[in-house]
């Protein structure tokens, strides 16, 4: 099986940052969308590659086991649970603590084999992640579920952590999963507009200590970003493609939200990059699911392909009907 360098598939240096490797992300996802390359299974090859190579890079658990085992990943495959000591000593858990996160095939699923090789349970590579003594939680949003030991906790017993990764389409909805911890499988429930890098505990669903009753399991919720919008909280930001005839002359369009479509009237003569807002059409807000944020509309004028006559024309009616000159003395003004 041949190694993926997800750093070449979307194009950025292997010390890019965050920031970098989600503009260079939107942008293939932008641009190798079925929806823009429908029939093209090359576009769509693509579109699949730079999904999964986000998935791991934007992902800093993730991104330090692939950048580790690199292009040796095999070696670590081939050790198969005997393999887990040297990778636990490689992220410096063979002697401090450290949580347990055990991924089942159907965890990996829409990816392809060489992820699911690397990060499955034969790799070693899903099942330690490091946690430091009095580290700090990385994310502050916190969802409390309640204790699920049945009773009240004898001494503090280690914690469990876990991620569960939803689509946009499941933050406007709410989404339920399941997580192995110990033996023990969970149902957690994703409250509607949840943020990506919020925290569900599940009081009691931990690791079980001697003489203790369990820990607590800490849920790290992972919302796969969506091409089709940027989110700003509970609103969301999408473009919409029109002709230079449509935002001239007006039209409705179709529009894409999470939970289906609506169909959206374009003024006469709107203005490339104008946003059109559709209250109601966002998310659900946190800790308010029956109020939901807007949809924010930005208008992309795709200008057409003019051979010599269309040229030749649209010359002659620029001359006809002269347009005022944008760049006024205020324009220039700002520019200084």
Request: charged share 30%; hydrophobic share 35%; proline share 6%.
């Amino acid at each position: 099986m041949d190694y993926k360098d997800y750093y070449q598939i979307l194009g950025v240096a292997k010390t890019a940052s965050q920031a970098e490797i989600k503009k260079a992300y939107r942008r293939l996802a932008r641009d190798l969308h079925p929806d823009r390359n429908p029939g093209n299974a090359e576009a769509e090859r693509r579109f699949k590659d730079a999904n999964e190579a986000h998935a791991v890079l934007s992902d800093p658990e993730k991104r330090k086991r692939y950048d580790t085992l690199g292009a040796n990943w095999q070696a670590y495959q081939q050790a198969g649970d005997g393999g887990q000591a040297d990778w636990a000593s490689a992220f410096g858990a063979g002697n401090g603590s450290f949580t347990y996160r055990r991924m089942r095939p159907e965890d990996l699923g829409g990816f392809s084999d060489f992820f699911r090789a690397f990060f499955s349970e034969g790799a070693g590579a899903a099942r330690f992640g490091r946690q430091s003594a009095g580290q700090q939680p990385e994310y502050e949003t916190l969802y409390d579920f309640g204790d699920l030991s049945g009773g009240g906790i004898a001494r503090a017993a280690p914690t469990a952590q876990a991620e569960a990764e939803i689509s946009l389409e499941e933050v406007a909805r709410g989404a339920e999963r399941i997580v192995d911890v110990g033996g023990r499988r969970l149902q957690v429930t994703i409250p509607a507009g949840v943020a990506d890098g919020a925290r569900i505990r599940l009081a009691g669903g931990g690791v079980r200590g001697d003489a203790a009753a369990a820990g607590d399991l800490y849920v790290t919720v992972r919302v796969r970003p969506d091409p089709r919008f940027e989110r700003r909280g509970a609103d969301l930001v999408t473009e919409v493609p029109v002709t230079l005839s449509e935002a001239v002359l007006g039209a409705e369009v179709t529009v894409p939200t999470p939970l289906g479509s609506v169909r959206l009237r374009i003024r006469p003569q709107t203005q490339p990059g104008q946003e059109i807002r559709v209250p109601g059409r966002g998310l659900p807000r946190r800790g308010r699911a029956a109020e939901k944020g807007d949809l924010h509309v930005r208008v992309r004028v795709e200008l057409p392909a003019l051979d010599e006559q269309a040229r030749a024309d649209f010359e002659r009616f620029a001359k006809e009907h002269p347009q005022p000159g944008p760049r006024g003395p205020r324009s220039s003004a700002k520019a200084h």
